[in-house]
């Protein structure tokens, strides 16, 4: 008799349907994995032979014979555990083996028999609705896996638990979708004193979701303001949340066990690789810009960063996707990220405000790190001078967060209406995403501060001109508010 046992096998966010095959045979004892295991699939054998021996059930002293099918894709990660588990116990007729197949199991088995948390169960989740299947899963992978939909979700927290539950001693119930916890209670931009002009540029970013490149020196507040960017951004969609959850699901399980609306920021060191910033290794993860999908990457001293690393930004930031190339495979993540960016200057960081022995070589050398095709996929670059003492001096703003996200929310809204006449797998929402047809067409009145940007035939400048004049709208700006000019900062183009 073979017991068999469905699971997953994982290539990038694509889910690859694996058989669990067991059969126990007469012969010498033995207990072996085939079907191209990796190392923590092949040390299943002593944390299931363990955990059976917690439930009180010894292997039987007879050759045991896992194969994971098909035998030609390459199984990794310990959520092999729980299938090889419990199709051990169907052939050993502990568990019915007719009800298991109606399920896909995935689950790390700890040594005592309980269950631990993997990752990719949501996505296994997704698959196991797609096909009319249930899922089994460990207890603290539950909330992540009812956000399937209509699934059966079995989370239980050990394999008694699993034994109990089909015999019918001790249901489990079903879990509820979780949700995870706000992270970004206290950052408003309230907090920030003075730069009123960089405040304005941060609004007209999340209003149109365009790239922004920030220079000043050290100090005046580019870090503070990034910070603050996600409270003033909508929060994601539903459609928008599961995509994410789906990254974060493969690339270690979600935070909290749960899926949030609140958009992402990912702060690398500018010590970061390419592999890391991008994504890859052997087995090849997602990198920091497909953690940062749908919401923003943050890139602080952007010139101390790799330079292949910087450059291999250019064509996720077209495309909204990473293609990560290995011998083994090719695989695909989405990476549809707001790119924030900020540096000094100069080296030494003072440029135009201190004097500089090196002025004005120092600068050009130091902004000259960046090639000019990266500089075409930012839209916004602005200096952000230092906050003088007598603005430090000045009492918290009373604009915070809240209402610049209204008038946000609301330039968000007014361009989904604009959009909508377009093809839905274009997947243009907001006027960063628009291509040069799309954002010379039907644009909205632009402000006299924008109409002397415009006269250069380029849909970056068509693009923020847009945007500028959603937010520079009388709708949308209180008649009492003044609106500071933007400081549009020059690089040298290499």
Same mark, same amino acid.
């Given at each position: 008799?073979?017991?068999?046992?469905?699971?997953?096998?994982?290539?990038?966010?694509?889910?690859?349907?694996?058989?669990?095959?067991?059969?126990?045979?007469?012969?010498?004892?033995?207990?072996?994995?085939?079907?191209?295991?990796?190392?923590?699939?092949?040390?299943?054998?002593?944390?299931?032979?363990?955990?059976?021996?917690?439930?009180?059930?010894?292997?039987?002293?007879?050759?045991?014979?896992?194969?994971?099918?098909?035998?030609?894709?390459?199984?990794?990660?310990?959520?092999?555990?729980?299938?090889?588990?419990?199709?051990?116990?169907?052939?050993?007729?502990?568990?019915?083996?007719?009800?298991?197949?109606?399920?896909?199991?995935?689950?790390?088995?700890?040594?005592?028999?309980?269950?631990?948390?993997?990752?990719?169960?949501?996505?296994?989740?997704?698959?196991?609705?797609?096909?009319?299947?249930?899922?089994?899963?460990?207890?603290?992978?539950?909330?992540?896996?009812?956000?399937?939909?209509?699934?059966?979700?079995?989370?239980?927290?050990?394999?008694?638990?699993?034994?109990?539950?089909?015999?019918?001693?001790?249901?489990?119930?079903?879990?509820?979708?979780?949700?995870?916890?706000?992270?970004?209670?206290?950052?408003? @931009? /309230?907090?920030?004193? !003075?730069?009123?002009?960089?405040? $304005?540029?941060? &609004? +007209?970013?999340? =209003?149109?979701?365009?790239? %922004?490149?920030?220079?000043?020196?050290?100090?005046?507040?580019?870090?503070?303001?990034?910070?603050?960017?996600?409270?003033?951004?909508?929060?994601?969609?539903?459609?928008?949340?599961?995509?994410?959850?789906?990254?974060?699901?493969?690339?270690?399980?979600?935070?909290?066990?749960?899926?949030?609306?609140?958009?992402?920021?990912?702060?690398?060191?500018?010590?970061?690789? @390419? /592999?890391?910033?991008? !994504?890859?290794?052997?087995?090849? $993860?997602?990198? &920091? +810009?497909?953690? =940062?999908?749908?919401?923003? %990457?943050?890139?602080?001293?952007?010139?101390?960063?790799?330079?292949?690393?910087?450059?291999?930004?250019?064509?996720?930031?077209?495309?909204?996707?990473?293609?990560?190339?290995?011998?083994?495979?090719?695989?695909?993540?989405?990476?549809?990220?707001?790119?924030?960016?900020?540096?000094?200057?100069?080296?030494?960081?003072?440029?135009?405000?201190?004097?500089?022995?090196?002025?004005?070589?120092?600068?050009?050398?130091?902004?000259?790190?960046?090639?000019?095709?990266?500089?075409?996929?930012?839209?916004?670059?602005?200096?952000?001078?230092?906050?003088?003492?007598?603005?430090?001096?000045?009492?918290?703003?009373?604009?915070?967060?809240?209402?610049?996200?209204?008038?946000?929310?609301?330039?968000?809204?007014?361009?989904?209406?604009?959009?909508?006449?377009?093809?839905?797998?274009?997947?243009?929402?907001?006027?960063?995403?628009?291509?040069?047809?799309?954002?010379?067409?039907?644009?909205?009145?632009?402000?006299?501060?924008?109409?002397?940007?415009?006269?250069?035939?380029?849909?970056?400048?068509?693009?923020?001109?847009?945007?500028?004049?959603?937010?520079?709208?009388?709708?949308?700006?209180?008649?009492?508010?003044?609106?500071?000019?933007?400081?549009?900062?020059?690089?040298?183009?290499?």
């Amino acid at each position: 008799m073979v017991a068999k046992v469905r699971t997953v096998a994982f290539h990038g966010v694509e889910v690859i349907e694996v058989e669990t095959q067991v059969t126990i045979a007469s012969g010498l004892p033995a207990f072996t994995v085939v079907g191209l295991p990796d190392k923590a699939v092949a040390e299943s054998r002593e944390r299931v032979r363990a955990a059976l021996a917690s439930l009180g059930l010894g292997l039987p002293p007879r050759r045991i014979t896992v194969n994971l099918a098909p035998a030609d894709v390459l199984k990794e990660g310990s959520h092999f555990d729980l299938p090889i588990a419990l199709a051990l116990l169907a052939a050993m007729d502990a568990l019915p083996a007719d009800e298991l197949g109606g399920y896909m199991a995935l689950g790390e088995v700890a040594l005592d028999g309980s269950l631990t948390s993997v990752a990719g169960v949501l996505l296994a989740a997704l698959a196991a609705a797609s096909r009319g299947s249930g899922v089994i899963c460990p207890a603290e992978c539950g909330g992540e896996a009812a956000w399937a939909g209509e699934v059966e979700v079995i989370a239980a927290p050990s394999l008694l638990a699993i034994v109990n539950h089909f015999k019918g001693t001790q249901l489990l119930p079903p879990p509820e979708p979780r949700v995870a916890p706000s992270r970004s209670a206290g950052l408003d @931009l /309230a907090d920030v004193k !003075g730069q009123e002009s960089a405040k $304005r540029a941060l &609004e +007209i970013a999340a =209003a149109g979701g365009h790239n %922004l490149l920030m220079i000043g020196p050290p100090g005046a507040g580019k870090s503070m303001l990034a910070a603050r960017l996600p409270g003033i951004l909508p929060p994601l969609e539903p459609a928008e949340a599961l995509e994410l959850g789906m990254i974060q699901s493969v690339a270690g399980g979600l935070r909290s066990g749960g899926l949030s609306r609140e958009r992402p920021f990912r702060d690398p060191h500018h010590s970061a690789s @390419l /592999a890391a910033l991008v !994504g890859g290794g052997p087995r090849p $993860r997602p990198g &920091e +810009i497909s953690l =940062a999908h749908q919401g923003v %990457l943050f890139l602080d001293e952007l010139a101390e960063f790799n330079r292949a690393a910087l450059e291999a930004l250019r064509q996720p930031l077209e495309t909204g996707r990473v293609s990560i190339a290995r011998a083994q495979g090719h695989v695909t993540y989405p990476a549809r990220f707001q790119l924030i960016a900020a540096m000094n200057p100069c080296r030494c960081g003072h440029f135009a405000e201190l004097a500089c022995g090196r002025a004005p070589r120092c600068a050009e050398d130091y902004q000259g790190r960046l090639s000019g095709p990266l500089l075409d996929r930012i839209d916004l670059h602005i200096d952000v001078r230092a906050v003088s003492p007598a603005d430090l001096a000045l009492p918290p703003a009373a604009e915070g967060s809240a209402a610049v996200a209204g008038r946000v929310a609301a330039a968000r809204a007014r361009q989904a209406k604009r959009y909508a006449g377009l093809p839905a797998e274009r997947g243009i929402r907001t006027n960063a995403e628009a291509d040069g047809h799309c954002s010379t067409r039907s644009r909205p009145p632009s402000p006299p501060a924008a109409r002397s940007s415009l006269g250069r035939p380029s849909g970056c400048i068509c693009r923020r001109a847009a945007t500028i004049g959603y937010c520079a709208s009388p709708a949308l700006w209180p008649t009492s508010t003044a609106q500071p000019p933007l400081r549009v900062a020059t690089l040298p183009r290499r």
